[in-house]
């Protein structure tokens, strides 16, 4: 973590908020389980604010350049899918746009930055 990443503020969304300087997802009940390249999808999405990201963008930030296959990432998304899954149906309403036309991932709705 650089130093610049321990001034960043937290973001939040329902009841979650994905707290950056120490690299965890705080839910309701305490820290959800993430892996690290859960977290690190999540965060990619929430810093999107509503705009689309890409499959490659993803692969790009997430697994830093390394070549992946699509299902890397599909294993992902279905990890932060279970994690989050009850509370934000219950919340949220429907939240996960899969994809689009053009195969590219949308971020989770209701994210804003916590001051």
Request: net charge positive; hydrophobic share 40%.
């Amino acid at each position: 973590m650089t130093n610049d990443q321990s001034f960043e503020t937290d973001l939040a969304f329902g009841d979650f908020v994905i707290d950056r300087a120490d690299e965890r997802v705080l839910g309701p009940d305490g820290p959800l389980r993430l892996g690290h390249k859960a977290y690190r999808v999540l965060l990619a999405l929430a810093k999107q604010d509503g705009r689309l990201l890409t499959k490659d963008a993803l692969f790009s930030s997430v697994w830093d350049g390394t070549i992946v296959s699509d299902s890397a990432l599909t294993s992902v998304i279905k990890e932060l899918r279970r994690a989050l899954r009850s509370e934000l149906r219950e919340r949220c309403g429907p939240v996960w746009k899969s994809r689009t036309a053009s195969r590219s991932r949308r971020r989770i709705r209701a994210f804003g930055s916590r001051a």
